[in-house]
């Protein structure tokens, strides 16, 4: 770990504090911008990997949080359903516009504006979770239960 953080990940350790929790991000010499590259810089197993994956609603351009297990994809046509409106991927602007982060390190909190969440329910069986911290190369750890907490995630079947 380097003496000190980036921006983008000091900004996620310091939204940690704010709520409470004691995990310290890590920044990895490794990229862990996908699930896959994550769990291998990490050494844990993919299904331990929080995706952070940012759509927009097509009609009131609402931003929406899915945090999906890194073996997961999200059925878009369900998670539409649940938003109740037509939803699509959200671009790098809008992405960053709405989370302060650029897609590839999106943690869980610390976001610029509050986004409707939505939490794969295959998260919750794993005792320790590893999320993005800001940029490409930094994670951090939490339990289910804490990362429910801090988000206030509605818990679902995303797949």
Same mark, same amino acid.
């Given at each position: 770990?380097?003496? #000190?953080?980036? $921006?983008?990940?000091?900004? +996620? ?7 409470? @929790? #004691?995990?310290?991000? %890590? ?10 590259? /994550?769990? !291998? /810089? ?5 299904? *331990? ?8 609603? /097509? *009609? ?5 949080? +899915?945090?999906? #297990?890194? %073996?997961?994809? +999200?059925?878009? $046509?369900?998670? #539409?359903?649940? %938003?109740?409106? $037509?939803? !699509?991927? /959200? ?15 999106? =943690?869980? @909190?610390? *976001? ?13 069986? *794993? ?16 339990? =289910?239960?804490?990362? !429910?907490?801090?988000? !206030? ?7």
């Amino acid at each position: 770990m380097s003496q #000190s953080l980036s $921006p983008s990940a000091q900004k +996620v350790q310091d939204a940690l504090r704010q709520h409470g @929790l #004691s995990g310290m991000v %890590v920044e990895l010499p490794a990229s862990a911008r996908t699930a896959q590259d /994550a769990a !291998q /810089a990490i050494g844990c197993e993919v299904a *331990h990997i929080v995706k952070s994956l940012v759509f927009q609603g /097509a *009609h009131t351009q609402q931003g929406i949080l +899915v945090l999906a #297990s890194g %073996v997961n994809r +999200v059925d878009e $046509p369900l998670l #539409s359903v649940l %938003v109740g409106e $037509p939803i !699509q991927r /959200a671009p790098a602007a809008f992405v960053r516009l709405k989370t302060g982060f650029a897609i590839g390190g999106v =943690p869980p @909190l610390g *976001h610029a504006e509050a986004l409707l969440t939505f939490l794969d329910a295959d998260l919750l069986q *794993h005792p320790v979770l590893w999320a993005a911290a800001g940029t490409p190369s930094a994670v951090f750890q939490l339990t =289910p239960a804490e990362l !429910q907490a801090v988000t !206030q995630g509605r818990v679902v079947a995303i797949h």
